[in-house]
């Protein structure tokens, strides 16, 4: 009993990494303009599909994983300079269904660019499973799990100890404010922007050889990273992880002891009864008024 209970820990803490890597881009684009960025997901799957198609063409996975994080990058970016920035005067409900349509537009794009079929890459250390009292999980779980604590403590250090991280927090907290003190609002909504694209790719790069990549592989994964941020509490860094991991193990232990037919709509669940008992999230963020 033990054994399947930590067999189920490890699958969920694995893919639990993934979405925290989701909800923290949500949360880094909501904090700086109270947007919810819906084309999440579709970074997540650029970083996947172009890892798979530059490896494929014969480059080594310690170039194409960068190079397909930078295009994931570049296209946050674009989907901020030619998207959300023209429309910056809009109603917080008209920039949602912008990103929507980035959404569906990059999933076009995708198929256009690469093709409609699955895709898989081959595990970065092997694929011999390492074995825990009486559990299994495979090597891939520990990159994911260790890029991923990686991301989160830059993350922290970035906020806590630069200017720039400072800035982006202040922006977050009173956009007004920092622009009467000098900080570009504009500039800062770009990086946040590109962090979100950059987290979500490297989440792609991560999660492909466990499970397969497809055009529209993000559209679950953006799901999924949004019901973490909302679980831990938007708005919320720590909130973001939190819901993420505790996502990730209940979907695990669903499919384990209950159903695997259930798995995707416990997400959903979890969210409703957070909705009703603790509308903040299991962490919570703390409130503050836009003026």
Sequence with gaps: MLSTILQFLFSGLTVGAIYALVALGFTLIYNASHVINFAQGEFVMIGGMATVYLVDAGAPIWVAAPAAILLAVAVGVALERLAIAPARDASVVALIVITIGASIFLRGVAQVVWDRNFHTLAPFSGDEPIRVMGASFLPQSLWVLGVSLLAVLALAWFFGRTVLGKAVLATANNRLAAQLVGIE???????????????????????????????????????????????????????????????????????????SAYKDALAFVLILLVLCFRPSGLVGARASERV
């Design 185 to 259: 609002t504009r500039a800062v909504m770009t990086l946040c922007f590109a962090l979100s694209a950059f987290l979500g790719a490297m989440g792609g790069v991560l999660v492909t050889p466990i499970t397969l990549t497809s055009y529209d592989a993000g559209v679950m994964l953006g799901l999924k990273g949004f019901c973490a941020a909302i679980l831990g509490g938007m708005g919320s860094g720590v909130g973001a992880i939190v819901g993420g991991l505790v996502l990730g193990v209940a979907e695990a232990m669903g499919a384990g002891f209950v159903s």
